[in-house]
């Protein structure tokens, strides 16, 4: 029994050993010892193989570590300190078992113990344990320092001090260590580590503080050392002075100082986690993953950036994940848009482009299409939310990340600053106002039942020099659900009459058969990205170079290849720069005046 | 009341002039020798309490012996760089003694492979068997590793013992310690035993021996100061590390505690007095803050008992002070003569060592003292045989000194 215990704990922990945290001491007694670990455990494992609940597993667990310590761990003990089992004292001991908690949506488990009972895991911790309080050296004492290897996993170790009038100095020195195998996750972690751990510490050294002054109040440590008079003739009783140290549950006068460690370390493991995820680059950033990264980075830490850009979508789990944490913090996303609905999986939705032209027909779609990449604020309301938000999602793909700013579904208008893609509810009247002033287009889903006399608003929709196709499509022909309703599409706007470069290339794309959407999504960021690098020589060219008439900047865009047709979609596509690129534009440029 | 304790454990101020200490080296005539030479290293091993970071403080940072009641235990192993002056250059590495450093986790053949003395600290108040077989096994394997280390057993803590119970505590510690090293047939293993404690002077006296083992000159200062004491009729002389109150060379005849007691308290008043009245130029002296020893310290004091002390400074870092019958400093004019020579004689050793150790020093500072001397013998030969003289018996050269000065 005893076997398959400890079969199961080690292919778990070396399965997950991602990122531990213990808290260390370094007795008087027996130099620097481990105190108190906590660390994830993912569950599927025992649980398929046992198919019992895996907090009794734990439980068990923990149970035959502490009844039969595992002998390959006590053997690691011991060459460094001078003896074996009595090598305790209550400044050395945590807790007797331990505590597990388990987060259910995560399917992860937290642990803490006093040591890994892993031993690959404990030699491990107990590696960065002796270095980080007896050999590397923090500058002044007290903080956190980095040190580690590839094999011994790279540590993250806050040295600090807490309050003793029994020990020989004062105080004693702990510290706390995050143990990861992956060196960059540690270091990009750690400006959310030190101060979270600070916060710890000082929790810690405050309780301890007021301990301290009461014992020192009641009896002063000074004279009644320098008053321990030496007498040669009973010398022994000197040897009082190997008293074992006391625990921190005494230092602190907090019985569950090491439950709330334990929650605060559980804390940190998942915070942590739910920080940063990983993402693999392939190739230089295009602008989408920069405008992505930008768009993370301003949402992960609340509202502190400086440079906020509108987020686009405030539906992504990561972000509800964190407004769960810390619900104080995430005031952006207080957005009416917010509110979660359950989908309903069969409601009718446009899948992707070629399916929206099939719905729309040909000649609707290209100008829709150039309304959309020219910048013109598209405003779709019908009765069916995901309908509508699944239209806006599709036309976002005409355009680079950077210049689609949504509101999937609102009850009152919203201005074109606001927002490029607009979703209405039908009750909402556009007012004269808006019809007047504003740039837009307008599509309308409405129930095939009550059909309207198609009346078009204003101008007409004008001539368009695409190529039609036929509007049999296989790919959806079966579906019949969109068939109840009709698409009524109306624009204040007129539209000039050629069609700008990339966007042509964009639709010879989508009607080429031979093409599946996997290679249409590819050419798309091909071509957004090569039509992005014409913009950013456009904006450098207007940024850096000061002043430019109106002949040089002809010149320069018939020298990048794009054509007065382009030149409306070059304007607006400037919008969707990343924040990096312009700050970098921007520096050294004003940099270049200077020299 | 606070018990704030040093953060650095290397800078402890006490009521001692702050900069009087090890601080980073001027540029003096006795700058640092080699600077490529590791300095020799002085281990302090023991059982943890035993005592090593409370010698290491009141022997090289002048903290009271009270106040090291409040010494925290130490976690890591703290270096101490003392580069006083030319022969008394080390580092101590106090070592905790919670942590097995011979394990796999530490570099055992860095931090024994440099070391030119291990002293192993037993608290002689505690019961020591444990500690007998740590240092059983702390000196069988760093002889393994370096066996040019002199091993040093410092009975300490015996300010508490009674003198009978003392020299048995002694008796016990010799007698079980060389056994355990016989039995393990390592008997060509020598180990010096001293009897110290922090409340007396046994401290300073035992470490002066542990240093004056790592002074390669030691017979040439040795020999010098027997020169000078024969000829001014001096009875005692020590050659002191005036920072530590350490005596890195004394002449031949014995050593007598309470002689050497009477010197470190000499060295106390003479800088106590200096730091007081002796300032001459305030903000200088605070900028070098060196407790106003400077070339010109010298004193002489008459005791009731018909003894005199006589104290003067060599440089920056050592002085010379010897104990005479009061008949003997009748003619202070020899005295102090010969002092100049004594003190010429021992820059020489210097200059000889450095040209030894190494014939470029790649130090403007010492190139330039060379090429002094050379300028003011004219005759670089003469230089050489002068030198060698200094070298080979003293003798030659204090005499010819004495004919040829016109000061
Ligand atoms: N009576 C007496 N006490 C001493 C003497 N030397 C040191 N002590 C006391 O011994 C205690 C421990 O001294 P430390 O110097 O801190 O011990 P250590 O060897 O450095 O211990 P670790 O750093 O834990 O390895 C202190 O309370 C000192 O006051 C001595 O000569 N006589
Ligand atoms: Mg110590």
Redesign the pocket.
Known sequence: MYITEKRITSSLVTWEMNAIISLCHFC?LHGPKILFCTQPFRPQEPRNLYGDDLETNIAHRLKSVSVAPNPSADAHSTPIFSTGSKDQCEGCKSVQTGYVSTDEDAQVSYVSTQQPYNPEVFARIRQACIRSLSSEVCPGREGPIFFGDKQCGHVLSYTFYIPDNQA?GMHRWYSILIVMMDKIYLLNSWPFLVPHLRIVIENLQKKASKVFDQEEAKCPQRPLRLGAV?DPNNFIK?RG?NKPARSLQELTGDKSVFRMLHVAFLWILKACGNRITETLLEAPPTEDTIIDMEKQEETEEGFIKLFTRKADDFDSPHEQKESEMRPMEDKELDHTICETEVEDPLAPVVKNLRHLRKILESSNFLSLAHHVVVGNQVIVSGQQRPLVKSILETLKSFLPKGCCRVIPYSNKYEESWKCNFLGLSPEVQLSQHVTSSELFVHIEILPKLNILPLKEVETPLNSWSGPESDASDPDFDGDTRLDDFQFKMSSTVTLPPRVPTVLTRMLMALQNKNLSSEVVNAVFTCLKEEWMNKVKVLFKFTKAGGNRNEEETKKLLQIVGAREEDKQLLKFWITGLSMQYRQHILSTSSHSYKS | MSFEDDETPCTYVGSFPKGFGYGPEEAEIEGPVNPGEEKPRILLM??????????Q?VVFHKVS?NE??F????NKIVKDDISNSSFVQFQIW?????IDFFDAAFDSEYIFGGCGALIF?I?A?DDYMEALSRLQMAVTRAHKINESIKFEVFI?????LSDDNKIETQRDILQRATDELNDAGMDNIHLSFHL????DHS?FEAFSKVVQKLIPQLAVLENLLDIVISNSKIEKAFLFDVVSKIYIATDSSPVDMQCYELCCDMIDVVIDMSCIYGVRDIFLSRARDDGAFDNESASFIKLNSGTVLFLREVNKHLALVCILREDGCENRGIIQYNFKCFRAAIQEVFVARNKQANKSTGHPQMDLLVNGQNDDELDSDETTQTNGGAMASGHGLLNGSLLQDDD
Do not use: C, M
């Open positions: 008087e020989r030496v000197q002075g | 023991g059982l943890r309490r035993s005592g090593k970071s409370s010698i403080k012996p090291t009641l010494l925290e235990s130490t106090d070592i905790p003694g919670q600290v608290d108040q300490h803590k015996v300010d508490g110290t404690s922090i409340y401290i």
